[in-house]
């Protein structure tokens, strides 16, 4: 069974201070990693996505990478407005044409002026 | 390009009644997807369509669930008789290829 576990679960930083959300994960046979985030009360927004280890991406202050194990994302000078629910989520390789996401439950980022 | 449209946002009923809940995918968008995301979890991928035809249910509690794709777009989603445990986030989602893009979805209260 996939699984998918994210730490912290919450996380307060300084506008500026910089820090990483950590995803570990274990897959039958990964297809891609998902990273998204979720602002409340709206659905997940795509932020990026990682299909081999050794791979990074970045956007604005947002650097995702990954390893055979885990995914970070590097949030660098974070502002007020990078606060949200951030989801990491898995999709395995299955027949049938099955594209199916195991999300973890999220990291809630509070970014404090 | 317009996103995922989803309908009502929002919906309370008593337990026992019968709900439903709307989707229309992003144009061109040949894969839909229904998720369940409970508070403080992640979204938990009900059913997968593709086209009009069914991927994936195998979690989908098809005792009171039920999901329809007419034509290939629109799709229906349905809880009968709800349960005070189906209060939760219902999310659409659609995609091309592997990257799901979702709608804003609708939470479902069951009193």
């Known amino acids: 069974e996939d699984q998918v576990t994210q730490s912290p679960e919450a996380l307060r930083l300084q506008e500026g201070e910089s820090s990483s959300l950590n995803c570990s994960y274990t897959v039958s046979g990964l297809r891609g990693l998902f990273w998204y985030r979720q602002d409340p009360g709206k659905g997940p927004e795509f932020l990026f996505t990682?299909?081999?280890a050794g791979e990074e991406k970045e956007k604005e202050r947002l650097k995702a990478t990954l390893t055979k194990k885990e995914s970070f994302l590097h949030i660098t000078a974070p502002k007020p407005e990078d606060s949200a629910t951030y989801l990491c989520a898995v999709q395995p390789y299955s027949g049938a044409g099955s594209y199916q996401l195991t999300f973890g439950k999220g990291t809630k980022l509070s970014v404090i002026p | 390009e317009a996103g995922v449209a989803q309908s009502p946002r929002y919906k309370i009923i008593e337990k026992r009644q019968s709900v439903a809940f709307w989707c229309n995918p992003i144009?061109?968008?040949?894969?839909l997807y229904w998720y369940q995301q409970i508070l403080g979890q992640g979204p938990k991928l009900l059913i997968q369509?593709?086209?009009?035809?069914?991927?994936?249910d195998s979690q989908l509690p098809k005792d009171r669930f039920s999901a329809e794709r007419l034509k290939g777009v629109d799709s229906t989603l349905k809880i009968q008789p709800a349960k005070l445990e189906d209060s939760a986030v219902y999310l659409c989602?659609?995609?091309?290829?592997?990257?799901?893009?979702f709608g804003p979805g609708t939470r479902l209260t069951v009193l």
């Open positions: 369509f593709q086209n009009n035809g069914v991927v994936d």
């Open positions: 990682l299909y081999s």
């Open positions: 989602a659609s995609s091309l290829a592997g990257t799901q893009y």
């Open positions: 144009s061109g968008h040949a894969t």
